[in-house]
């Protein structure tokens, strides 16, 4: 085994796995027994092995001391990106109470400053408001309630959804779902619709990210209730009849959705956030 | 004896310097860690088969480093760094491991 001239390259993995020898010291061994050396010391050989033990220490302890230096700061890193995070979230949220709070204030100093002499103009206003989902609002109205299922493992395709790919973590409602059910109520007469304690606007969006259902950039989970107002009898009655209501209906009973919807005496809808126009401009009054 | 206490003078040095690894030299500390311990036991296994040659233990300690970290470094130039790594370490830790077991069947003669 030890001194084969030309080895096959399957032979020399198995030598490299079997005999980890190293031909160096052997071979250096029989030259100096060659030479008559064997057993004398050559000056370097003390220098040598002190300088190479030194350095394969230093080595070692570099990295004892690089790898236990590493894991705190990954740590301190990840502590610190949490804090940053919570952090935003905290501001993001502040800045939302903020911004419903001074728009009270901006619709009371508005009614105040206006006067009765500007009644019909603050009627406007607040028309104008209403109708741009502005404005919190109550009144009689039409709730739908979907659920994912109790069990939500299996990710499935869906009967009624062709062109749906089976979605991970097992979600079977989608933002196309909520997106229907939100079209047919404004097709069915619904005045203000709000999902999930969202309000909706002219420019709101309900958009899918990942796993989660975005509606204006607000993340939104399971179960999805979605209230509209509007005049309850006909909401309820043509909602009932609509092909949306009777596909929820058959995935109700062959995946296990929530699926419900009844009239509500009184329905409160919170006021939405309406980003200002920057490029569209009124064609007609130029004031 | 002298080649124990530069070890341990080597290990109490790093542990007192407390270098910071450049970060462009980090990913070669593995390998030079694996190579330096397949250098520590072969030399002990030609200590005990009365072979051990100093200029071929500083040598192969040497050029193994360099050799693991050029393949290291071409792997990393052509995007398969971090297997190539592995397949050094490998390589190095069945030498560490034949060797060890060598010099377990000289010392205790199991």
């Not at chain 1, 980003?275 to 401009?281: F, G, H, I, M």
């Not at chain 2, 050799?67 to 592995?86: E, M, N, R, Y």
Request: net charge neutral.
């Amino acid at each position: 085994m030890s001194d084969r001239r030309s080895p096959s390259s399957t032979q020399q993995l198995v030598d490299l796995v079997l005999d980890p020898r190293d031909r160096g010291y052997e071979a250096a061994a029989q030259r100096k027994v060659a030479a008559g050396t064997a057993g004398v010391r050559r000056w370097y050989d003390r220098p040598a092995v002190a300088i190479g033990c030194l350095v394969i220490g230093f080595v070692l302890a570099v990295a004892w001391v690089q790898t236990h230096r590493g894991a705190p700061q990954e740590a301190k890193v990840h502590d610190s990106l949490v804090q940053r995070v919570r952090t935003a979230e905290t501001t993001t949220s502040g800045l939302t109470g903020d911004e419903a709070r001074l728009n009270a204030e901006v619709s009371g100093l508005q009614q105040a400053a206006l006067g009765p002499a500007a009644a019909s103009l603050l009627r406007e206003l607040n028309r104008n408001r209403l109708l741009a989902g502005a404005e919190a609002v109550y009144g009689p109205g039409l709730e739908v309630r979907l659920s994912e299922p109790a069990g939500e493992s299996e990710p499935s395709t869906a009967p009624g959804h062709g062109d749906r790919t089976p979605e991970s973590g097992g979600h079977i409602l989608i933002d196309r779902d909520i997106r229907s059910v939100v079209n047919e109520l404004w097709a069915d007469g619904a005045e203000a619709i709000s999902v999930n304690g969202i309000r909706l606007t002219p420019t709101s969006a309900i958009r899918f990210a990942g796993d989660a259902i975005l509606v204006d950039y607000e993340q939104i989970a399971s179960p999805y209730v979605i209230d509209a107002i509007g005049a309850p009898d006909r909401l309820d009655t043509a909602f009932a009849n609509s092909a949306v209501a009777s596909r929820y209906q058959t995935l109700a009973g062959a995946k296990g959705i929530g699926f419900s919807f009844g009239e509500k005496p009184r329905l409160q809808l919170a006021a939405g956030v309406v980003p200002p126009p920057q490029y569209a401009t009124p064609t007609g009054a130029a004031r | 004896m002298i080649a124990a206490l530069a070890l341990i003078a080597g290990v109490v040095a790093g542990l007192l310097l407390r270098p910071t690894v450049p970060t462009w030299l980090e990913p070669y500390l593995p390998i030079a860690v694996v190579a330096a311990l397949d250098a520590v036991f072969g030399g002990i296994r030609a200590r005990l088969d009365n072979v051990f040659d100093s200029k071929v233990f500083v040598v192969s300690f040497v050029s193994n480093v360099l050799v693991a970290a050029l393949i290291v470094f071409l792997g990393d130039k052509l995007g398969v760094g971090s297997q190539l790594s592995t397949a050094v370490v490998v390589v190095l830790g069945i030498r560490i491991f034949g060797n060890a077991a060598a010099i377990r069947r000289r010392v205790f003669r199991a």
